[in-house]
């Protein structure tokens, strides 16, 4: 079992694929620069350390061998040069490196972004996918992330490497027996340290815990919807005590992750003072009886220095690509995520703006991952054209499955949807969309004018229809008592003079949308649940003229809502049980007329009560 856990946890990629990955997507966005920037700052900065290594003992080698004035005054004169030229070149590079990095990241976002609104409906109900989801945007999250601080990673594990190369040339010739005792401590010295500084990593998952219960209570504090239930209830101390508990819980991870590092410390203290110890010692021994010169002593005893820091360099280089490998796995996973759907190789469907279309549901049945029983079993329904449909039942009967079915946000367990007589998974899914208007029970109103959200584009916005649409909805009255009128923007997250439209003049704006759209079928889910009785009443006289030349299907609890529509069909035991004309249900006496009776009990029983008043 455990073993089975690791491999389906082991990432799809390795670190190389997703070097190679990074590198082809720079140069997809154009931006090579993120490669060929990165080898020049990496020749720039190991070019500036041997010259850091030598100039000491340059000059030193140059007083040893009695130079003149002028030879010395040259010699520094040629370093100095050097080390300005190789250090202005690194910082002129390092400077330039981050925008490139950066529209990489971005481009990268642009995918997770594309893929989340364009991918398969049931992919966003899958918990692995929304498991990656977030993994993938959390590898693009900021300038620290994986996919940006990658190219710092690599940069830093092609110097330590190409130091590491030029060093061990160095010391090999001269004396190798230090590369023995530099390898020892530092690699020593690094797996000691390094398993000490990833007490946070190790323990990220208790960490995002406490950080998580920190950010809810803050949310929940600041929230403008929770203000009034905290001052009813007087939940303010009871927020502020879990709040002081989640703290403690914090400063006390930090404490003891602290402790831990004071340890590494330690440790690479030591380790080093021993490494230099041995080196100088060794080297000191040389110069005393084996005539070694002060100039190769300085040269050699830098070197130490430096080879162990390309050492312990290229460890934790490869340690950290590691860690961001993992993530860009993720990335690259949710990326490419299996498409339950048909898209670009799907069959390709346009709506005729003047043809009436026929949807059959054959044999459906339907059951939700990992749900015991079927949402809904065995459904024969035919959508004839022009037909106005109303779907009613009790919550939970499977009235938003239906719709969902319909509309090709979900394929059938069993059976097929036919448009046409032709099963509709063979169509490109992306243009079957086309053939839908819909207004959900979830609102999405985009932080744009009113007419850009009533025509969902920038470009090539009609007015005019918009005006006529915002008409049938019967919102032109508010819009256009406000100041901008259908230049008014909506959402103050992004607009400071956006205003706030309420939960009935929403759905009527949404409303509007569908009918700009003016497709072929129009899907209402609840279009009128946050309007009052007139509003609503106002709707239904507006129906047959704005579902005019459509077919459409109408999903309510309001079963008084329901008779102007052609046929009714009622589902319950996740079946059609009743299916016929508003009168025709009622004479039946059936569910339909029972739920209706209780529902008109309800209203008179209200009137009365208020008659009485």
Known sequence: MEKEKKRANKPKYNMAQNVWFMIK????????????????????????????????????????????MAELVKTILLISALIMVLTSACQYIEGNLIFGRI?????LIGQINRKAATTSYPNLENEKFKELQTKASESCSSNVSATEAIWE??????TNVLGLIIYAGLMTTAQPVLIVVILITSVVSYLISNRLNEYEYRHRDEETEIGQHISYLDGRARSVEAAKDIRIFGLRPWLESLYDKSLEAHTAFHRKAEGVYIWAGIVDLVLTFARNAIAYAYLLKLV??????????LLLFGAVGGFAQWVTGVLGGFNKLHRQSLDISSLREYLEYEEPFLFGKGRHIAAEPDKMYEIRMENVSFRYPGADKDALTNINLTLHPGEKLAVVGLNGAGKTTLVKLLCGFLDPTEGRVLLDGTDIRVY???D?????????QDLSVLAA??????AQTFNSLDMERVKECIDKAGLRKKIESLPDQYET???????DDAILLSGGETQRLLLARALYKDAPFIMLDEPTAALDPIAEADIYSKYNEMTRGRSSVYISHRLASTRFCDRIIMIGNSSIIEEGTHEELLARGGEYAKLYEVQSRYYKEGADEDGEE
């Open 25 to 68: 997507t720079a140069w997809q966005c154009k931006e090579k620069k993120n490669v060929f920037l990165g080898l020049a700052f990496v020749a720039s900065t190991v070019g500036l350390n041997v010259v850091n290594l030598y100039a000491s003992p340059a000059v030193v080698g140059a007083l040893e061998q009695h130079a003149s």
């Open 103 to 107: 529209t990489q990241r971005l481009a």
């Open 153 to 158: 990673t690599l940069t830093t594990i092609l």
């Open 288 to 297: 005393l009886y084996n005539g070694m010169s002060v100039a190769e002593f």
């Open 428 to 430: 490109n899914r992306a």
């Open 432 to 440: 079957y969309y086309t053939m839908f208007s819909a207004v959900f």
């Open 449 to 454: 004018s009113i007419a850009v959200n009533v």
């Open 489 to 495: 923007f909506l959402n103050h997250e992004v607009y």
